[in-house]
T-cell receptor
Framework: AQSVTQPDIHITVSEGASLELRCNYSYGATPYLFWYVQSPGQGLQLLLKYFSGDTLVQGIKGFEAEFKRSQSSFNLRKPSVHWSDAAEYFCAVGAGTGGFKTIFGAGTRLFVKA | SQTIHQWPATLVQPVGSPLSLECTVEGTSNPNLYWYRQAAGRGLQLLFYSVGIGQISSEVPQNLSASRPQDRQFILSSKKLLLSDSGFYLC?????????????FGSGTRLTVV
């Protein structure tokens, strides 16, 4: 069965430090992978997506993610974190015919300390 | 540009009362529409999706129902709310053809059943 695992429930990084959020997926076919960000009390915003091709994808707000098929991973990275990046981050895999059943991970809460 | 509106933002309802949450999309035609529920500290659970007027697919047997009376309108309803219906409800849309492009989410409705 398809699934998405985000091993870290929460992460704390210092402002200006680098960030890596982990995501592992289980999917039988070529996956469609996404990262979303959610600020408290708000909806989710799409950061980036991977369909095929270059395994390193760039997104909005300075984020990037790398698809590694051999590790079934799609980790999100940012070279220098800003205080405004504090939010919850969700990894997701498009599933089902037509991608109507996107499966989301449980999320990783990012805290940024000054 | 496309926008998605979801209301109300917050709602407190007594057990056994009815529910109606509305979502509308502007700036696109024939979108795919979705209702998700997010429980505290957990990921998103797909409740319903719709590929067209009157076409509703239910993912989780429950106390809720959905309807799509117009192309860009999606309604989540219940005849009698349960305490377990409390949560954060998110509406989302994707372009015609599926969810592999990623979703655009509304700002959510916080429902508390008391």
């Amino acid at each position: 069965a398809q699934s998405v695992t985000q091993p870290d429930i929460h992460i704390t990084v210092s402002e200006g430090a680098s960030l890596e959020l982990r995501c592992n997926y289980s999917y039988g076919a070529t996956p469609y992978l996404f990262w979303y960000v959610q600020s408290p009390g708000q909806g989710l915003q799409l950061l980036l997506k991977y369909f095929s091709g270059d395994t390193l994808v760039q997104g909005i707000k300075g984020f990037e993610a790398e698809f590694k098929r051999s590790q079934s991973s799609f980790n999100l990275r940012k070279p220098s974190v800003h205080w405004s990046d504090a939010a919850e981050y969700f990894c997701a895999v498009g599933a089902g015919t037509g991608g109507f059943k996107t499966i989301f991970g449980a999320g990783t809460r990012l805290f940024v300390k000054a | 540009s496309q926008t998605i509106h979801q209301w109300p933002a917050t709602l407190v309802q007594p057990v056994g009362s009815p529910l109606s949450l509305e979502c509308t999309v502007e700036g696109t035609s024939n979108p795919n529409l979705y209702w998700y529920r997010q429980a505290a500290g957990r990921g998103l659970q797909l409740l319903f999706y719709s590929v067209g007027i009157g076409q509703i697919s239910s993912e989780v047997p429950q106390n809720l129902s959905a309807s799509r009376p117009q192309d860009r309108q999606f309604i989540l309803s219940s005849k009698k709310l349960l305490l377990s219906d409390s949560g954060f409800y998110l509406c989302a849309w994707s372009p015609t053809g599926g969810g592999f492009y990623g979703y655009t989410f509304g700002s959510g409705t916080r429902l508390t059943v008391v």
